[in-house]
């Protein structure tokens, strides 16, 4: 069964960083793709980045683009969200998701197969 675990949330001031970790198991996950999408108060979840788990490609919403990076560490089953330049608005709670099959970039979150239970990223002004 998929697992996937995500952890590194938590509150920081505007301008400031931090990096988001979700952990993966439960299946062989080469020619995967992991993404990330947030979802604050009273609005839809949204795409933030996703990344194939082997060869290139990684893909970013306009809004984190040259901010957010994404980036996996392959022995370690572990994707990574490094976060700077942060901002109010990108106060949400972050999920980790995975999308089995081949993946060309899609922003959807149907495309994902398998999600983390969150964790909350607050951002004060």
């Known amino acids: 069964q998929v697992q996937l675990v995500e952890s590194g949330g938590g509150l920081v001031q505007a301008g400031g960083s931090l990096r988001l970790s979700c952990e993966a198991s439960g299946r062989t996950f080469s020619g995967a793709a992991m993404g990330w999408f947030r979802q604050a108060p009273g609005k839809e979840r949204e795409f933030v980045a996703a990344i194939r788990w082997s060869g290139g490609g990684s893909y970013y919403a306009d809004t984190v683009k040259g901010r957010f990076t994404i980036s996996r560490d392959n022995a370690k089953n572990t994707v990574y969200l490094q976060m700077s330049s942060l901002k109010p608005e990108d106060t949400a709670v972050y999920y980790c998701?995975?999308?089995?099959?081949?993946?060309?970039?899609?922003?959807?979150?149907?495309?994902?197969?398998?999600w983390g239970q969150g964790t909350q990223v607050t951002v004060s002004s």
């Open positions: 998701a995975v999308a089995f099959g081949d993946y060309s970039g899609s922003y959807y979150s149907e495309r994902f197969d398998y």
